[in-house]
């Protein structure tokens, strides 16, 4: 299972734009500001899913420093 704590900090959209992952004070929601959708508050037990990520339905795999979206979207960490 992913953890929140995995998906923290800021990703670089593949088609350009930087996300920005937060998880809040409880540790039940993570907070995405996304440039394109803007921000979103989702559960964390929504957004983590079994061994991946759900974000508006679109499923994600996370791998090391990148997350893979099934629409073809990578988002890369930055460090």
Do not use: A
Request: charged share 20%.
């Amino acid at each position: 299972m992913v953890s929140p704590y995995q998906t923290q900090g800021r990703w670089q959209h593949s088609s350009g734009g930087d996300i920005e992952i937060k998880v809040d004070g409880t540790g039940q929601s993570v907070v995405i500001s996304h440039p394109t959708v803007g921000k979103q508050t989702l559960e964390t037990s929504k957004f983590c899913s079994g061994d991946g990520l759900d974000y508006f339905g679109f499923k994600g795999k996370m791998d090391g420093d990148k997350i893979t979206w099934n629409n073809g979207v990578v988002w890369t960490k930055q460090l």
